[in-house]
């Protein structure tokens, strides 16, 4: 009786959790069925079973060169995110300066700030300045979305961490750029490898930012694949949504292989 | 167009500051040809853009026209952003964002100096926004239905609302955040019912009769899942793409004109002002007679250049203009909010 009494709760939350998974991912289980349907249109069940719109993918010549745009946005906006937040971070999580915070919550804004708007901003912003539509401002626009993504996690890992580390390295006669080579960079190493992965997947879903930067020769797999459904109902889409989530996975997979996700969330 | 290309930065930088600063301009430094950059929507839409518009103008000018893929209200703001140097040379509009642009001072009058083609363009067409563009595609807003499940169709809005609100059968229309609905749905059924522009009583009262049995799809898509899966038999829809999901395999599926007339939902097309003078002579393929013929094949929606014969598989489709509802765009701009206003207050979906 006492066991049963104990148990109970035991098995509702794993019913609870179970679920909890169909509920998020049966959604994406269809997309991933629709995508191998025989039909010439989007229809669950599928009368059939076909690879032939992942053929289309590759038909589609706009699918393929977004998608190279995507990935080169998200590098690229990656990169500098890190170029900008690491160093940012190292001063900004130590300061006592009364400015520090400021400066920090300005440069966190973009998150709580809907991306709708600072797309439509930053369009009129660099317009202004004469940078216009290109890939150098959907670069710009893109790393400051991300770089929040970077500064929240290296500066949560770089805060956490005792001076003496550092103190110690210097008081040893090391520079430094040798105490931020050999200790601080391997130490907030897994704040930088969570960061970049959160900005590089922000960047690379991101539509409404991309939306406003798009041009014969930058846009994004999400701009066209919008611009697509408007005007088409074949799964081709859905293909290419699993497509995606194949390659998110085959990342994640090589990410741990090399480095470990776990690493990624606990500092070392 | 003035700026640097994704290519000079990732690929010429082995610093990416330095890359940014000094990617070079490579469409100055290797402008061998004339270029301009042309919109438009993605997928079939594209392709039937390239096979019928660019195509015969990069064969008469030798020019390239890039083309840009996305939507309306992303292209108004990118030429608004920069009206003196605009990034795109052609636009293509809904009738509403062509009026806005047209208010902005944005683009260029249309005048058959300029395109000998719009001659052959009714100018109803060209007033409906403001004289700056003119509407060179169209489709109707009408009752699309299931032919295995509904065998005798609703032939007017009338009856389409009596029906649905006895529970005949489920529908599917417009939700409120469909950017379209005001016109397709609340103008087109008012006037139907006896309402307009000034009066949307009627639409409100008929939603408020049907609404036991009324779906909502907020994305074209949408309303072929809800049909495809049964959960509505009928609905208020396009007749192109309704024929376009027939084409592709849903055979199950036809449309008809309401005997009052399904709105007109038109597409603009506009240039610039600044933009490249070259735009002109894309914009006059545009409205050839044989390249309309070609894209109404392709995308089984009505064109307007007066010149064009339909295919036997069109004749049967097409509605012609005059028997539409051509609405009123201008006017509906301005009592559009209220009427969401009023949308999210009645019907809330």
């Known amino acids: 009786m006492r066991r049963n009494q104990s148990s109970l709760p035991d098995v509702a939350l794993l019913a609870f959790v179970v679920l909890f998974f169909v509920f998020m991912l049966a959604p994406i289980l269809v997309v991933v069925v629709v995508s191998f349907t025989s039909a010439g249109f989007v229809a669950f069940p599928i009368p059939g079973w076909s690879t032939k719109w ?14 190279i745009v995507s990935i080169e946005v998200a590098i690229g906006a990656t990169l500098l995110s890190c170029l900008l937040g690491v160093p940012a971070c190292l001063y900004l999580a130590r300061s006592r300066a009364k400015w520090a915070n400021a400066v920090m919550t300005f440069l966190l804004s973009p998150l709580s700030m809907p991306m709708i708007v600072i797309g439509f901003a930053s369009l009129f912003f660099l317009s202004a300045i004469g940078i216009g539509v290109s890939f150098t401002a959907l670069l710009i626009a893109h790393t400051v979305v991300c770089l929040p993504y970077v500064l929240r996690t290296v500066a ?21 750029l040798a105490v931020f080579w050999h200790v601080t960079l391997p130490l907030i190493r897994p704040g930088i490898m969570a960061g970049s992965l959160f900005s590089f997947l922000t960047s690379f879903d991101n539509l409404p930012i991309s939306y406003f930067f798009g041009s014969a020769d930058t846009n994004t797999l999400p ?32 990410v741990d292989r090399i480095y470990g996700i776990d690493r990624m969330t606990v500092s070392s | 167009m003035r700026n640097l290309t994704r290519r000079s930065i990732l690929g010429a930088g082995t610093v990416m500051g330095a890359g940014l600063l000094t990617g070079g301009f490579p469409r100055f430094a290797g402008a061998q040809a004339k270029e301009i950059t042309v919109t438009a929507f993605g997928g079939v839409w594209e392709e039937a853009v390239r096979t019928c518009f660019v195509a015969p103008f990069e064969q008469k000018t030798g020019a390239k026209a890039n083309v840009s893929l996305g939507g ?52 109803e067409l060209t007033d409906s926004v403001a004289g700056k563009g003119t509407i060179f595609d169209y489709g109707v807003g009408g009752i699309t239905f299931n032919k295995e499940t ?26 409120i955040s469909y950017a379209v609905t005001p016109i397709m749905l609340i103008w087109a059924m008012a006037k139907a019912l006896g309402g307009g522009v000034d009066n949307v009583d009627p639409f409100f009262e008929a939603m408020a009769k049907m609404k036991d049995n009324l779906v909502f799809w907020g994305a074209p898509n949408d309303f072929f899942n809800q049909m495809s899966s049964g959960e509505a038999d009928v609905g208020i829809y396009f007749d192109g793409r309704t024929w376009n999901h027939y084409d592709s395999g849903a055979t199950w599926i036809d449309f008809l004109n309401p005997e009052e007339g399904g709105s007109l939902n038109g597409v603009a097309v506009q240039k610039p002002k600044n933009a490249d003078p070259l735009a002109w002579t894309y914009i006059n393929e545009i409205l050839d007679a044989r390249n309309q013929e070609k894209f109404a094949d392709i995308m089984n929606y009505g064109v307007t250049n007066t010149d064009v014969k339909y295919s036997e598989k069109l004749n049967g489709r097409i509605t012609p203009w005059q028997k539409t509802a051509f609405p009123p765009y201008e006017e509906i701009a301005k009592v559009r909010n209220d009427w969401v206003d009023r949308w999210n207050r009645e019907i809330g979906r």
Not at chain 1, 54 to 67: K, T
Not at chain 2, 90 to 114: E, G, R
Request: proline share 10%; charged share 15%.
């Open chain 1, 54 to 67: 992942f053929a289309r993918i590759f038909e589609y010549r706009p699918f393929i060169d977004a998608l």
């Open chain 1, 156 to 176: 949560g890992v770089y805060a956490g961490l005792p001076r003496s580390y550092e103190e110690a390295a210097a008081i040893l006669g090391a520079s430094p």
């Open chain 1, 223 to 254: 701009v066209v694949m919008l611009s697509y459904l408007e005007h088409q109902f074949d799964p081709s889409v859905a293909a290419l949504s699993t497509l995606q989530l194949l390659l998110a996975v085959i990342a994640l997979i090589v």
């Open chain 2, 72 to 123: 309306p209200p992303q292209w108004l703001a990118q030429v608004e952003a920069d009206p003196q140097d605009p990034p795109v040379d052609v636009l293509i509009m809904t009738p509403d964002l062509a009026l806005s642009a047209a208010k902005a001072d944005l683009v260029d009058d249309f005048t058959v100096a300029n395109l000998p083609n719009l001659a052959k363009t009714p100018q």
């Open chain 2, 150 to 175: 509904v065998s005798q169709p609703p032939k007017s809005f009338h009856e389409f609302v009596d029906r649905v609100s006895k529970g005949e059968f489920v529908a599917s229309v417009p939700s």
